[in-house]
């Protein structure tokens, strides 16, 4: 006799269903991001683009990952009706997983460190989160495992999923998109495509996508000062364990699960000062207000292009324009912080506003 038994649910697919229709409207209701021209002395035969993710509903790169992350939970049956959404995240994640989370009727908890700045813990609230603050960075991860064993929720794990969820081979992925608006351009495919990392999701969608249309293009990682991944890269180390980054989304104290070394060709360790300079150069420049994940990919992308021009190669480098600066105005757009932090930009951003004469990156204070 053959045995067999049944699942059967029929209101809850209903329900899924649902929540996938109303997930993808609202990727069907927005535009695509645009990639801006960062001006370069003409006589450099380099061309500086920058995605800018900051123009998405929930105003960062972050709603990407939300839109994935929700759509992989539904598809794999880990979300009904009525459950509890438990983020871990330093933010900008859970402000856009707390607007989809809203969208489909469910609460929101995100596990957030203390120093959170205050703008980003209104946003998740004003999304209709909630926040659960711990004092240490690194406890969010069993803190969110917890809370979801409490509550029957479930654990979003956006560290563990990042790189699965999104479709790496296309679905305009960033990765298509940006290949997709470079392709008019005078260097199409760009030499340098260089970002953050996260949870690494970014880093290994690019990467991989770039491999697979068997493009040339290059994955650099910038990564701030107090970051497990540029010491855990370099030792191919995945254990390492580090303090942890200033640097609100990016840098993390361990190498998270969804970060694929092997698909990137270079790493930069930025150091703070780096990072809030060049946030403030690039606003200066472009009149466009970014946050310091944006400055510290900014810093990388000037030593990638000095490095260039030392070679006398032409190209294009793409980056993105994660978020906006008004995000941490008490933070990195505040003097007073900076001198709280024990932070000095001067010598930094000397040089950054030097670079379109200069081309060179040399006159960098050491690294600390
Ligand atoms: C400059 C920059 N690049 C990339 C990322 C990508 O993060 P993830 O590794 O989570 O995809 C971020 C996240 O905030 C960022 O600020």
Redesign the pocket.
């Known amino acids: 006799m053959s045995r067999s038994a049944d699942h059967p649910d029929p209101p809850c697919r209903a329900w899924v269903a649902e929540a996938i229709r109303r997930v993808e409207a609202d990727a069907n209701r927005s535009a695509d991001t645009h990639l801006h021209v960062f001006p370069l002395p003409e006589r450099w035969g380099i061309d500086l683009y920058l995605k800018d993710e900051s123009v998405h509903p929930t105003g ?3 709603h990407r ?1 939300a839109r994935s992350l929700f759509l992989y939970s539904l598809a794999n049956g880990w979300i009904r009706a009525g459950t509890t959404i438990i983020e871990a995240s330093s933010g ?2 859970a402000v856009s997983e707390a607007y989809f989370a809203r969208l489909l009727g469910l609460p929101f908890v995100a596990v957030i460190p203390r120093g959170t700045s205050p703008e980003k813990i209104a946003l998740i609230e004003f999304q209709g989160g909630r926040c659960h603050l711990v004092d240490n960075p690194s406890e969010i991860y069993a803190e969110s495992r917890r809370l979801a064993a409490e509550t029957g929720g479930h654990y979003m794990d ?1 560290f563990t999923y ?1 790189e699965r969820a999104t479709d790496w081979r296309g679905n305009n992925n960033i990765a298509e998109s940006i290949f997709e608006q470079m392709a008019l351009e005078r260097f199409p495919e760009p030499t340098w495509v260089v ?11 690019i990467g991989r996508y770039a491999r697979y249309r068997r493009f040339q293009t290059r994955v650099a990682v ?1 990564d701030p000062e107090g970051s497990a991944f540029f010491g855990g890269w370099v030792d191919a180390d995945p254990t390492r364990t580090a303090p942890g980054s200033r ?4 840098g993390r104290p361990r190498v ?1 699960p ?2 694929l070394p092997t698909v990137i060709d270079r790493m930069i360790q930025v150091p703070d000062g780096a990072s809030i300079a060049a946030m403030r150069w690039t606003t200066e420049v472009t009149g466009r207000s970014v ?1 310091a ?2 400055g ?2 900014m810093w990388g992308v000037a030593e990638l292009i000095a490095e260039m021009l030392a070679r006398g190669e032409r190209g294009s480098v793409v ?5 906006g600066g008004e995000r941490y105005t008490d933070t990195y757009g505040s003097n007073t912080w900076l001198t709280t932090q024990g932070i000095d930009i001067a010598p930094y951003l000397k040089t950054l506003r030097a670079f379109p004469t200069t081309g060179t990156m040399n006159n960098i204070p050491d690294t600390p």
């Open positions: 960062s790169l972050k990952l900008s994640t956006q990042a970002v953050g990392a996260g949870t690494g999701g970014t880093s290994a969608t910038v640097i609100e989304g990016i998270e969804s970060f946050g994940s944006t510290t990919a980056t993105l324009i994660c978020d």
